[in-house]
């Protein structure tokens, strides 16, 4: 009889150092877990970004930022050639 | 053309009574002496303008070696002209300062003028050849815009096929007009041109 009692004892105990061990894995999984979700936050935020990027809305900004830069160069170029061919930018009494 | 020839014609005119009226009032030995004085302003004259034309040509190079957008072999062409043209003008300055008679300083003047047209042609070559070439890097770079309107571009990029080859092959003479008229397809080309790239650069954003 008394055997049995033990028995039942050391069954138990082992159930509750069972329990006992899963409850703190199932913390320890979760806590582990936490900073993991935290740290893929930044990069779900990326994420649009980098889609954003891929249409290449600033790319598009600097391009035609120079081409800005070009057609005003174009422009004065051409003012160059008017002034000359009207003999404005020649010195004095040359028309050649 | 006209302009400069009169200038220098009447350099050597008054240059030639003044010195035929001073050596009437002095001795007969002083007339060689004051005609050749004479004779050394004309060339100075043309000398300064021989040295007007070297300074624009420095001016145009400086302007061809910030002009970005042209394409090496334009480049190489507008660089072997400048270079050509200052090597011929420093001769003729040279051969100016040489010369024992007015006629021959005024076939110099000459030469000066319909021998190069620096002023009316190697300076719109430059000019002209940057902004077609700047308008075609132009035209590159709108093509790669999202939704870029391929046909406006392939439109205006036509009118400028050809057109700088075109300017680099006119050739300096003494008929000034027909040298603009040469130049003035290129001039409206790349007018045009300009206008167009603007407006669409404009509905693009």
Redesign the interface.
Known sequence: MSGMRRTIAIALAAALLFAGGCGRQDRKDRRDQRPAAVSTQPAAQDAPATAADT??TGD?DQ??D???Q??D???Q??D??DQ??SGD???A???? | ????LI?LTLTLSVALVAGTAGAAAAEPSARPSVRAATLDAVKDAVAA?ID?RLAALQKFETGLAA?K?VQAAHRDTLTKLIAGQRAGLTALKTKVQGETTAAAVKDDAVAM??GY????LT??KV??T??VD??L??IA??R???GADTGKLDAIEATLKGKVDALLAIQPGPD?DAI?SQ?QPV?AA??TA?TD??AL?KA??
């Open positions: 249409t290449g598009v391009l035609l120079q081409v800005d070009l057609l160069q174009v422009d170029l051409l160059q050639v000359q061919l930018a020649q010195p009494g040359d028309e050649d | 053309m006209k302009r400069t200038a303008r007007q002009a957008q003028v319909t047209r620096v002023f009316v300076g719109p000019r002209l940057a902004a700047t308008e890097a132009v770079k709108l790669t815009m999202p000034a603009k130049l001039r790349a007018k300009h790239l603007k650069r693009t954003k």
